[in-house]
């Protein structure tokens, strides 16, 4: 069965700093990846996705994401984080030809004015 | 075109009552997937729902846990006889076919939050 690790729980940037969340996973092929964002009391929203090709992903809110094969990892980045940037972000991971996603535990992103 | 809509947001029961969870898709979406999300953890998969069938229940405990997708209506979440460890976010999403492909994506409500006293 696959799984997905989120090492870090909380992460604190200051506004306009660079920001790298982790994520690992273990699965036995090369899975569907997704970056989710929770804002509080909000439901996810679909940040970027990777299926095949390019391992260089471009979302929406300026992130952007590299599916790195030998690492399994999928690390999520944004070169300057904006205060309403601070929210929960959930990694997931979904074997190919499967509806059922695995989540990270999240990690909640406190922003500094 | 509103998005998933779920009601109520916040819930609060005490034990042994039952708890109701409504969850009504995109327009145009037949295809409903039920998450519950527990304390400082990720979601996990409960079911998964077309108009009137049950597809997949893997995540679902096998007990006081129910859901349905009438051919009319919202999807019902049903939790009979609630326990404090019932407590926990639902989310529900949906998408217009079988999600999972690179064209297809789930759409997530706001989720509703449940209480147990």
């Known amino acids: 069965a696959q799984s997905v690790t989120q090492p870090d729980i909380h992460i604190t940037v200051s506004e306009g700093a660079s920001l790298e969340l982790r994520c690992n996973y273990s699965?036995?092929?090369?899975?569907?990846l997704f970056w989710y964002v929770q804002s509080p009391g909000q439901g996810l929203q679909l940040l970027l996705k990777?299926?095949?090709?390019?391992?260089l992903v471009q979302g929406i809110k300026g992130f952007e994401a590299e599916f790195k094969r030998s690492q399994s990892s999928f690390n999520l980045r944004k070169p300057s984080v904006h205060w309403s940037d601070a929210a929960e972000y959930f990694c997931?991971?979904?074997?190919?030809?499967?509806?059922?996603?695995?989540f990270g535990r999240g990690t909640s992103l406190i922003v500094h004015p | 075109n509103a998005g998933v809509m779920q009601n109520p947001r916040h819930l609060v029961r005490r034990r042994g009552q039952e708890a109701r969870l409504r969850c009504s898709p995109m327009?145009?979406?037949?295809?409903v997937y039920w998450y519950r999300q527990l304390p400082e953890e990720g979601l996990k998969f409960m079911v998964y729902?077309?108009?009137?069938?049950?597809?997949?229940e893997s995540g679902m405990p096998k007990e006081r846990f129910s859901a349905e997708f009438p051919k009319e209506g919202p999807s019902i979440l049903r939790i009979q006889q609630v326990v404090r460890g019932d407590s926990a976010a639902y989310f529900c999403?949906?998408?217009?076919?079988?999600?999972?492909?690179?064209?297809?994506?789930?759409?997530f409500g706001p989720g509703t939050r449940l209480l147990v006293l």
């Open positions: 997931a991971v979904e074997p190919g030809g499967s509806y059922i996603p695995t």
């Open positions: 699965y036995g092929a090369t899975p569907y």
């Open positions: 327009k145009g979406h037949s295809h």
């Open positions: 990777y299926f095949s090709g390019d391992t």
């Open positions: 999403a949906s998408s217009p076919r079988l999600a999972g492909g690179p064209q297809e994506t789930q759409y």
């Open positions: 729902l077309q108009k009137e069938n049950i597809i997949d």
